[in-house]
């Protein structure tokens, strides 16, 4: 089975996504990340995740970039695309290209 994740803003193949040079987490880690448990198909704590997801990102002054909704269908999509019945769905928000 082809692995699918979901970068700036697409579902892609691994080896078609793509994350500019200048993207601030890759210089300076400046970023979040949060990772959601999968069991039996199924995000585990989901409402815990996005609480410190959003705590997190208010520290640094990240905006949040998708509504909780958003980011809940991704993750869904993403565990039903890979098939994932138990393992990790990793997210990661940087604070981007600075223009």
């Not at 640094?60 to 138990?86: G, T, Y």
């Amino acid at each position: 089975m082809a692995r699918t994740v979901w970068v700036n803003g697409r579902f892609c193949a691994p080896d078609e996504a793509e994350v500019s040079i200048f993207d601030r987490g890759l210089l300076f880690a400046d970023a979040v990340y949060e990772v959601a448990g999968v069991y039996k198909g199924r995000l585990i704590d989901f409402n815990s995740h996005m609480a410190r997801l959003a705590r997190s990102l208010g520290e640094l002054s990240i905006p949040q970039p998708l509504s909780r909704d958003e980011i809940l269908a991704i993750m869904r999509e993403l565990v039903q695309r890979n098939e994932v019945e138990e393992g990790l769905v990793y997210m990661q928000v940087t604070r981007g290209v600075e223009e």
